[in-house]
Structures are given as structure tokens and as C-alpha cells.
Nanobody, 124 residues
């Protein structure tokens, strides 16, 4: 059983930057594909980015491509999402997840474990 905890959310102005962290416990993160998702009020959850454990497959959603960067530190059981040039439409609850497959669209498939989410608000 793996537990995931996100942190780093908060309020940031448009054009600003924020880094989200995902800490894993109860298992080794390096055996999983890591994904980041987000869900805004009234909208369905969407995949933002995902990366497999050996960096052989890294993908992003079109809406964040060129602005967000996913990374992971397997030795520390940590994953990160660096968000730059944030826009109001990026406002959402962001979740990390561990699963099996990283799709080309940036959405993790067959997710087994989920964090509780961290709120990101982009506003003046």
C-alpha cells in the first residue's frame, strides 16, 4: 500500500511560478509511473503530465506544454511539477498519482494510488 501526499499549492499571480511536490510512503516510487492531474470546479479531472521511472516516456497535456515540467527523485520517493507562466485557467486542485502507463496526452493510465490534492489558485 502506497500513500501519496501533495504539497506546494497556494495563491499566485498570473505569470508567476509554483512548484508542487508529491511524497510517497509505504512503497518504492521507482517501480511506478508518476502522473499529475488537476480538477477545476465544474470540470472533469484531466491529466497534466506523467513520467515513467527511467525517463523513457515523459508527456504533457497540450494546455501546459512548454510551461510545466515534471520531474522525480526516485531515491527520495519524491515527484515534482514545476509550473511556470501560470494562467487563471490553471486554477484547480492538483493531484499526484502512481500507476502503470504514461499516455502521449500526458494522462497516467491504470492509476493505483492517489494523493489528496493541493489547491492552486492563479489570480490577481
Amino acid at each position: 500500500q502506497v500513500q501519496l501526499v501533495e504539497s506546494g499549492g497556494g495563491l499566485v499571480q498570473p505569470g508567476g511560478s509554483l512548484t508542487l511536490s508529491c511524497s510517497a510512503s509505504g512503497g518504492q516510487l521507482d517501480v511506478y509511473v508518476i502522473g499529475w492531474f488537476r480538477q477545476a470546479p465544474g470540470k472533469e479531472r484531466e491529466g497534466v503530465s506523467c513520467a515513467d521511472s527511467d525517463w523513457g516516456n515523459i508527456n504533457y497535456a497540450d494546455s501546459v506544454k512548454g510551461r510545466f515540467t515534471i520531474s522525480r527523485d526516485n531515491a527520495r520517493n519524491m515527484a515534482y511539477l514545476q509550473m511556470n507562466n501560470l494562467k487563471p485557467e490553471d486554477t484547480a486542485v492538483y493531484y499526484c498519482a502512481a500507476g502503470i502507463y504514461c499516455s502521449q496526452s500526458g494522462s497516467l493510465r491504470t492509476a493505483e494510488y492517489w494523493g489528496q490534492g493541493t489547491q492552486v489558485n492563479v489570480s490577481s
